[in-house]
């Protein structure tokens, strides 16, 4: 079983290292779901059938010596980093300290399944205990499966004269079916928090237990061994290479690893070296599954902190290193935390209840330590939304694309300034979340700025994310020049006819919310039409050469709709996309040391600025010389911190701009539609 634990771990702790070598290792997971369930399940049934009952007290205090300790200390770890404004960003400490506090109580997979259904959540940095979500859930489980199996024990002697064992296997059973028919229509219709949910990922801890139930399972045959073990692992690869984010999942594609790892756990013969369980008992194999659960829990924080370490960089070499530190820690966690831990005899030779009043009593503590983070740099995190209020309310004299767009300010040298600071640049957004629509919602939800009279000319901002981090900026131009302002955002779904490559929910609910953002343009009396989107958007190029091309063609089919009442559209390309939020080597690096390579930030293919060209009626802004020169592009110009994390803008820095966007949707809204 430590081999099938080793295949797990490695899957995920590389697939977070490198994410686009091993696309779908984020299965492994899936793996310890099934193991659990197989191991837990066979524990609670030997001593069902022993003693007739389960000591739940004395169950659930071994599982706290197991798992809570080491749990306990990488949070600790956690929430004495985060309280250190030089190892992590100020902006990200309320939701740091909310998720540990959520994962120390473990409810953490809950709290995603209520985030992760916003797409303004996701595209932040996450933070460095996300991935106990799945400790979560299996804590979830160690507190309901023993129960379930109680309650069928239960039912079979009352009412079934003694068939104990035959009602947990058909009651499991049952719980087994309806978890993955929930999970398939729940990843159908709400793919962000069907990955976290208890309820549709239960079923995997039921495969498990069937396993361990039903003995005609193991197959003990040398042949059938063989190939059902081989075939599991051949399932298990072909998931983490071949899945990836787009995948729908869990849903039923999570049957292909968890029916994996189940043939590799029912193919029990190892008379051969060849065997694939035999392969999995070597040295190596054994060693990464002893000590696979501490390397779960610290992987993860360190490949987050890593980047805002000074002096550390992101090279091959450094990834290796700090892969390298984990397997240390894990292995020094796993001798002195652990072991020992769960043979202390000041629990072990007391009742249960010491250990588990013991363990609520850790957990407050580090629940408070957390907390005590928050108390300590509140001030400054006030301190840091008053000084982008004020950033925005009076910025320096040529601040931002000024320092470049305007000839008067081309002596300015703002020195190292970087307002806002990069520790706080994430929270330079807009905040008005409320108008931005959901990953599965379809609905064309409006918001109205600006002015309300009849005369007003009336201007729509209308796009993905990368339209909605204008919105602040367009309503200070719509306060401005007593235009009414109406927008419409729907994540990761520019405004386009063009198909996502996205499968599933999230693709079908882009598509409707088009047709109904069309229906609100259509009934507005609209002068002027803005629209921006991501450059890299993943559209389907059925019926077309390539992705661009499809794009293209999906741009400017949309905006017909529009030229073709009058009504003229405004577009931008792209801002640069890094591969790490910038902000973190400003932290540590400081201004002109975190500088990028034109070729590699920006796409030589932005289908929005391709789609404008020659086409009438339709006005293109081009900002690229603003972020870049010829082979250099900046995160921060003329003062200005231009990224609030890898792909989106500072409204401070948009707000720079304000000059140029102004004009082109005056002489937009001025000019109309040549020839209408």
């Not at 709290?111 to 932040?124: C, R």
């Not at 629940?367 to 006030?382: F, S």
């Not at 009336?458 to 309503?475: E, N, Y």
């Not at 499968?503 to 002068?527: H, K, M, T």
């Amino acid at each position: 079983m430590q081999g099938l634990r080793a295949i797990a771990v490695l899957f995920v702790v590389l697939y977070h290292f490198w994410p686009g070598r091993l696309s779908g290792g984020y299965v492994g997971v899936d793996v310890f779901f099934v193991i659990s369930g197989f191991l837990i399940t066979g524990h609670l049934m030997r001593e069902l059938e022993a003693t007739g009952g389960v000591r739940l007290a004395q169950f659930w205090a071994r599982r706290a010596r197991r798992l809570l300790p080491a749990a306990l200390l990488v949070l600790l770890f956690s929430a004495v980093v985060v309280a250190s404004p030089y190892l992590f960003p100020l902006s990200a400490l309320p939701n740091e300290v909310r998720e540990i506090i959520a994962s120390t109580f473990y409810v953490e997979n809950w709290y995603l399944a209520f985030s992760a259904t916003d797409y303004l959540a996701l595209s932040g940095e996450p933070t460095t205990v996300q991935h106990y979500w799945s400790l979560s859930l299996e804590e979830q489980f160690y507190v309901l499966w023993p129960l379930i199996m109680l309650l069928a024990a239960w039912i079979g002697v009352r009412f079934f004269r003694g068939g104990r064992r035959r009602a947990i296997i058909t009651t499991l059973g049952v719980v087994t079916l309806a978890s993955f028919v929930f999970c398939v229509i729940f990843t159908m219709t709400n793919p962000a928090p069907a990955y976290f949910v208890t309820f549709t990922r239960m079923w995997q801890f039921g495969v498990g237990a069937i396993i361990a139930l039903l003995p005609m399972l193991r197959i003990r045959n040398a042949i059938g061994s063989f190939v059902l073990g081989w075939a599991g692992i051949a399932a298990l690869l072909y998931a983490a290479f071949r899945f990836d984010g787009l995948t729908p999942y869990p849903g039923y594609m999570a049957l292909v690893p968890t029916l994996g790892a189940a043939a590799v756990i029912a193919a029990s013969n190892t008379a051969r070296w060849w065997y694939p369980t035999r392969i999995l008992s070597i040295r190596p194999a054994q060693f990464v599954g002893d000590i696979s659960y501490s390397l779960y829990l610290w992987h993860w924080p360190l490949i987050v902190i890593a980047p805002s370490v000074p002096f550390w960089g992101l090279t091959i070499y450094h990834r290796v290193a700090l892969l390298a530190l984990c397997f240390v820690l894990a292995w020094l966690t796993k001798k002195f935390v652990e072991d020992p831990a769960r043979a202390w005899k000041v629990l072990t030779t007391r009742p249960p209840r010491v250990t588990l009043w013991a363990s609520l009593v850790a957990m407050i503590l580090v629940g408070a330590t957390a907390a005590g983070a928050w108390a300590i740099n509140a001030p400054a995190y006030r301190e840091g939304v008053a000084a982008i209020e004020q950033l925005r309310s009076d910025p320096p004299e040529c601040f931002g694309a000024a320092s470049v767009l305007d000839p008067a300010c081309a002596d300015v040298d703002f020195g190292d300034q970087v307002l806002p600071a990069p520790g706080f640049a994430a929270a330079d957004m807009p905040s008005d979340e409320q108008c931005f629509v959901q990953l599965n919602d379809s609905r064309a939800v409006t918001c109205e700025f600006g002015s309300d009279a009849a005369d007003a000319p009336r201007v729509a901002l209308i796009g993905d994310s990368h339209a909605f981090q204008l919105l602040s900026t367009f309503q200070r131009i719509a306060d401005q020049n007593g235009w009414h302002l109406t927008t419409l955002f729907k994540g990761a779904c520019p405004w386009s006819t063009t198909p996502l490559s996205t499968p599933g929910a999230f693709g079908e609910a882009c598509a409707q919310w088009r047709e109904n953002a069309v229906a609100v343009l259509a009934d507005g009396d609209f002068d002027v039409v803005f629209t921006s989107g991501l450059s890299t958007t993943p559209y389907s190029s059925a019926g077309f050469d390539s992705r661009h091309d499809a794009a293209v063609a999906g741009y400017r089919e949309a905006w017909s709709g529009m030229l073709d009442r009058g009504i003229p559209v405004v577009t931008v390309v792209d801002n640069p996309v890094w591969e790490n939020d910038p902000n973190k080597c400003l932290r540590t690096k400081g201004v002109g040391n975190c500088d990028g390579a034109r070729d590699e930030l920006l796409t030589d293919q932005d289908p929005l600025k391709d789609a404008a060209e020659g086409m009438a009626g339709v006005t293109l802004l081009d900002f690229t010389d603003v972020f870049c020169d010829d082979t250099t592009c900046f995160p921060v110009v003329g003062g200005a911190n231009v990224y609030r994390d890898e792909d989106h803008l500072t409204v401070s820095f948009l707000d720079s701009l304000v000059p140029q966007y102004t004009v082109a949707l005056r002489d937009a809204i001025a000019a109309g539609v040549p020839g209408r």
